[in-house]
């Protein structure tokens, strides 16, 4: 219970924008102003808060606040995506302080990848020259389908030779740190609710605009993972009757209309790209759909159509889970969304707001990540964080 009490209050001064006295926390959390006094020194001693200067416009005693120490503890994030593999050291507050990113190796060799990684987590950690000590362990970011429990990868789409990768076991033993696994989407869910600012509170759905898209989930600040960690797969759901025909056997699957393959792959069909229809790699892929948006930026009517029916479909994807959980926002982010970002705000809040089954009582707001284009990475590092630190109902169960 004392452990729990603590994440408790550490997690209620994090959530504060300014910092909180003793006696605001006591307030807050309903615990008894001697149960706070005893954590806080708890905590102070650990280095995770710091006592930030003091407070009191009335009479009495003026308060000290308490704020998170950016320095009391750090996590590494990881986020491996199939053509780019993003990795950030992340202080307490959600700030990056060292960042590097690395080409996938490709050739279908998962152990090849796994040492990528372990190389350039070291070199990062040394040039970052933070405290070892304080490392509290690596979050990895992976393309789903992933099983959560086992820290395995399970044949992702664009990773040849991943079925069923013990990711999670294989970086800790080459690495020595602590290793967290999740899916893409769900850890940058988890990064906005850590380090998005307003956009991270509530209940919302945060669309991740990757190699392929998917859908992180968030309802009253807790994040939803499902019963095998894989929550979110949206790919299946269908946005065009009439549209290309998808693996699952129907037509028209956000899987098959509307990831950057898929516009890569009509724009090829229509010579606005050169290359070949199928058969492409991310990288290939990743290059595919920067020069589609350029040519869209430049003002060629049909690059930017194909962009823009993409917008609206994605909308349509995005309305359905909107609606289904009833949130009050819509998240965009991403490796991918950089790019496409101005044009699909203009596009995609009318169709969510006009769809909206609970449109009468409020609306939904359509917004960009407050984290920026490494959601993935910083919330692979937040997962660590977050299961280092925040407040979890298994925390109060005890072991047989």
Known sequence: ???????????????????????????IVGLSPQTISNISRRLLDQHLIVEAGKEGNGPGKPRTILRLNPGGQYAIGVHLDPAVTTFVVLDLVGEVVQHARTTTPGGGNP???????????????????????????????????????????????LLPGWDRVELRDALRDATG????????????????????????????IFMYMGTGIGCGLVLNDEVVRGTSGNAGEIGHIMVDPDGPPCDCGMRGCVKSSCIPQAQVAEAAREGILEGPLEGLSAAEIQDGFASLCRLADEGNTQAAAILDRSAVLVAR???VVANALDVERVVFGGPYWAHISARYLSIIPDIINDGSAAGVIHDVDVVSSGVGDDVGAVGAACLVLEHTLAPRAQRLLLET
Do not use: C, H
Request: aromatic share 4%; net charge negative.
């Open 1 to 27: 219970m004392g452990d729990f009490n603590l994440t408790v209050i550490l997690d209620a001064i994090r959530r504060s924008t300014g910092g909180l006295s003793r006696v605001e926390l006591a307030q």
């Open 111 to 157: 152990a090849a990848v796994i040492a990528t990684i372990a190389s350039t987590i070291e070199t990062l950690i040394a040039d970052s020259g933070v405290d070892r000590s304080r490392i509290a362990g690596i979050g990895v970011a992976a393309p789903g389908p992933i099983n959560l429990d086992q820290g395995t990868v399970v044949d992702p789409p």
């Open 177 to 204: 740190y602590p290793v967290l696994v999740d899916k893409d989407v769900t850890s940058a869910a988890v990064a906005e609710t850590w380090a998005g600012g307003p956009s991270g509170a509530g209940s919302f």
């Open 317 to 319: 994807a995005a309305s």
